[in-house]
């Protein structure tokens, strides 16, 4: 048996997910840092440990085609259909311990509750840890939750990671055959509805003073690579009212992009992370600028809005200047709104548990962006220190752990009591 057991009543649901999540922590390749990719020896152990505490909460477990670990307590009917509810086991590189796997966790305990009770609700409960969600081995994502939708691209089992090894290769390293990916797949029926709950890797909770929020919509994104072009001259002898420096034009419009991004509000965002002067020399004016633009948020409509008018302003400037502008989208990916009923299910059982609550998008993409497609998706976020995820110092607090349990536990037994609608 894994570490805390459920059978020992000395120990809390809070305290044994966190345990639990150390005990995870210590499945890593790298034994000074948590990295744990898709079809590792580490996944798969992963796997083992988590379907032994499924089991333990009295669930039917099995690992499914494409590698995800998943298990069913069922309903007062056998084969009733299912709330579905889980998150992912991979990592990135020098990771923290609670993306992905708090969900998981405390998910099994909302099973194991019922089960120390001998309860069984209308619908059964379903619980899976994905196999791949930050796509860290092949730079491929959702790989998990796309083989419960059915949604595997062709091409994905030809894909490598940086020794050359495929999906498929890896696959079969790992006891599973290519040739069965698209048995993951579920049927819409199987489930009425799906929960994830995640740590909020943002500061809006901690900001609040809250320890729980449910998630609006899992942002759209756009991401765009941008050129100013003028002209490069000498720093000394050009006069500055004939200069075509791009760089100034460029300045010029990033502090547009963060005005007019703060005063479209809707929780857009707006960044240029990226940005490279050519030629770059200290007595040489910038003749030609790229940089990166980054926008998110949680409508298209508002997003493609903001992006528009992001786009204009930069073309006026490059007018205004006598300089060229010019721009290529490389990345979009659409917002995700949640279910509104599970939004207002959700709400209801975090203000029962805290006494208010909050709506807020998520920055961060999830698994729940594939579910998504096929069945009504709600989310909620827990509140993480400072906003860091992604790194060693990722952390939450037993209490705010405890909460999550509660509340997450009766949004799905009102949920698999009464259904979806």
Same mark, same amino acid.
Request: some cysteine.
């Given at each position: 048996?894994?570490? !805390?057991?459920?059978?020992?009543?000395?120990?809390?649901?809070?305290?044994?997910?966190?345990?639990?999540?150390? #005990?995870?922590?210590?499945?890593?390749?790298?034994?000074?840092? !948590?990295?744990?990719? /898709?079809?590792?020896?580490?996944?798969?152990?992963?796997?083992?440990?988590?379907?032994?505490?499924?089991?333990?909460?009295?669930?039917?477990?099995?690992?499914?085609?494409? @590698?995800?670990?998943?298990?069913?307590?069922?309903?007062?009917?056998?084969?009733?259909?299912?709330?579905?509810?889980?998150?992912?086991?991979?990592?990135?590189?020098?990771?923290?311990? /609670?993306?992905?796997?708090? $969900?998981?966790?405390?998910?099994?305990?909302?099973?194991?509750?019922?089960?120390?009770?001998?309860?069984?609700?209308?619908?059964?409960?379903?619980?899976?840890?994905? $196999?791949?969600?930050?796509?860290?081995?092949? @730079?491929?994502? !959702?790989?998990?939750?796309?083989?419960?939708?059915?949604?595997?691209?062709?091409?994905?089992?030809?894909?490598? =990671?940086?020794?050359?090894?495929?999906?498929?290769?890896?696959?079969?390293?790992?006891?599973?055959?290519?040739?069965?990916?698209?048995?993951?797949?579920?049927?819409?029926?199987?489930?009425?509805?799906?929960?994830?709950?995640?740590? +909020?890797?943002?500061?809006? !909770?901690?900001? +609040?003073?809250?320890?729980?929020?449910?998630?609006?919509?899992?942002?759209?994104?756009?991401?765009?690579?941008?050129?100013?072009?003028?002209?490069?001259?000498?720093? @000394?002898?050009?006069?500055? %009212?004939?200069?075509? =420096?791009? *760089?100034?034009?460029?300045?010029?419009?990033?502090?547009?992009?963060?005005?007019?991004?703060?005063? %479209?509000?809707?929780?857009?965002?707006?960044?240029?992370?990226?940005?490279?002067?050519?030629?770059?020399?200290?007595?040489?004016?910038?003749?030609?600028?790229?940089?990166?633009? =980054?926008?998110?948020?949680?409508?298209?409509?508002?997003?493609? %809005?903001?992006? #528009?008018?992001?786009?204009?302003?930069?073309?006026?400037?490059?007018?205004?200047?006598?300089?060229?502008?010019?721009?290529?989208?490389? /990345?979009?990916?659409?917002?995700?709104?949640?279910?509104?009923?599970?939004?207002?299910?959700?709400?209801?059982?975090?203000?029962?548990?805290?006494?208010?609550?909050?709506?807020?998008?998520? @920055?961060?993409?999830?698994?729940?962006? %594939?579910?998504?497609?096929?069945?009504?998706?709600?989310?909620?976020?827990?509140?993480?220190?400072?906003?860091?995820?992604?790194?060693? #110092?990722?952390?939450?607090?037993? +209490?705010?752990?405890? *909460?999550?349990?509660?509340?997450?536990?009766?949004?799905?037994?009102?949920?698999?009591? $009464?259904? #979806?609608?």
């Amino acid at each position: 048996m894994g570490p !805390l057991s459920p059978r020992d009543a000395s120990v809390s649901p809070a305290e044994r997910v966190m345990a639990r999540a150390d #005990a995870l922590a210590a499945i890593s390749e790298t034994p000074d840092g !948590l990295t744990r990719v /898709y079809l590792s020896t580490q996944h798969l152990q992963a796997n083992q440990l988590v379907g032994e505490w499924m089991r333990q909460a009295g669930m039917t477990v099995w690992q499914d085609s494409v @590698g995800n670990i998943c298990g069913r307590y069922e309903g007062q009917q056998e084969g009733a259909q299912a709330v579905l509810l889980g998150s992912h086991l991979d990592t990135v590189r020098n990771a923290g311990r /609670y993306d992905g796997m708090l $969900g998981v966790l405390t998910a099994i305990e909302v099973v194991e509750s019922l089960h120390q009770q001998g309860e069984h609700l209308a619908q059964a409960i379903e619980i899976v840890g994905f $196999g791949d969600e930050e796509g860290t081995r092949f @730079g491929i994502t !959702l790989l998990g939750s796309r083989g419960l939708t059915g949604t595997w691209p062709q091409g994905w089992l030809e894909t490598c =990671d940086a020794q050359g090894i495929s999906v498929a290769q890896a696959m079969v390293q790992a006891g599973l055959d290519p040739t069965r990916v698209a048995l993951a797949a579920r049927h819409p029926h199987d489930f009425s509805a799906c929960l994830e709950l995640h740590i +909020e890797q943002g500061p809006c !909770l901690e900001q +609040e003073g809250l320890a729980l929020g449910v998630v609006e919509a899992i942002n759209g994104a756009r991401r765009l690579n941008c050129r100013f072009t003028g002209e490069a001259g000498h720093a @000394g002898t050009v006069p500055m %009212a004939h200069r075509k =420096d791009a *760089l100034a034009a460029a300045a010029e419009w990033m502090v547009l992009i963060e005005n007019t991004t703060r005063q %479209a509000g809707g929780n857009l965002v707006a960044t240029v992370g990226e940005l490279r002067c050519l030629p770059g020399a200290v007595n040489v004016i910038p003749g030609e600028v790229a940089l990166s633009l =980054d926008i998110r948020g949680p409508q298209d409509a508002p997003l493609d %809005a903001l992006l #528009a008018e992001l786009l204009a302003q930069a073309q006026a400037i490059a007018a205004r200047r006598g300089l060229r502008f010019g721009a290529e989208e490389f /990345y979009r990916i659409a917002a995700t709104p949640c279910d509104a009923h599970l939004q207002h299910l959700l709400g209801d059982a975090v203000e029962s548990v805290q006494g208010r609550t909050v709506s807020l998008p998520s @920055g961060a993409g999830h698994d729940t962006i %594939a579910l998504a497609e096929r069945w009504p998706v709600g989310m909620l976020f827990v509140r993480c220190r400072g906003g860091v995820s992604h790194h060693p #110092a990722e952390s939450v607090m037993a +209490e705010d752990v405890a *909460l999550a349990i509660e509340a997450f536990g009766q949004a799905v037994r009102k949920l698999a009591d $009464g259904g #979806a609608r």
